[in-house]
């Protein structure tokens, strides 16, 4: 029981519609939250994924329509898509785009940490640019 009270004191954020992508969702502070706080890690391994050519997907007879998701939360550029080995979701998967973001990725240790202090309702942000995904085309990059 002690890991879940502890996993509810480092609970930061929730998923809601994004104010910034009409149409989608972001991930909002449910709480003010203090700059270098670490809100999550990014669990999945360089190990645990897999570079597909999104051709190959075709040739497999998957659906234009799972191909179409899979897009929208993996990275990829026209050629290639990254797949994990389990198809699950994270909080990256929802992370939009800002010039102006409020956290940062650490490849070090993975995480993802927010570079200001950030208040309640705000939505998290991050640059696709710095240290996300530059090289995914059907991101919206908003400015």
Do not use: W
Request: with cysteine; net charge negative.
């Amino acid at each position: 029981m002690g890991e879940v009270i502890n996993q509810c004191y480092n609970l930061y954020i929730e998923i809601r519609p994004s104010n910034i992508v009409k149409g989608q969702v972001g991930i909002f502070a449910i709480r003010d939250i203090p700059k270098n706080t670490i809100l999550f890690y990014n669990n999945i391994s360089p190990q645990n994924v897999n570079i597909l050519e999104i051709q190959k997907l075709y040739d497999f007879k998957i659906s234009e329509n799972v191909i179409h998701v899979l897009k929208k939360y993996y990275a990829h550029d026209n050629e290639t898509i990254e797949l994990p080995n389990e198809l699950i979701l994270t909080y990256t998967n929802y992370l939009n785009h800002s010039e102006t973001p409020n956290i940062i990725y650490n490849a070090e240790d993975k995480s993802y940490k927010t570079s200001i202090n950030i208040q309640k309702d705000d939505e998290i942000l991050i640059n696709y640019n710095d240290n996300y995904c530059p090289s995914c085309i059907d991101f919206n990059i908003l400015k």
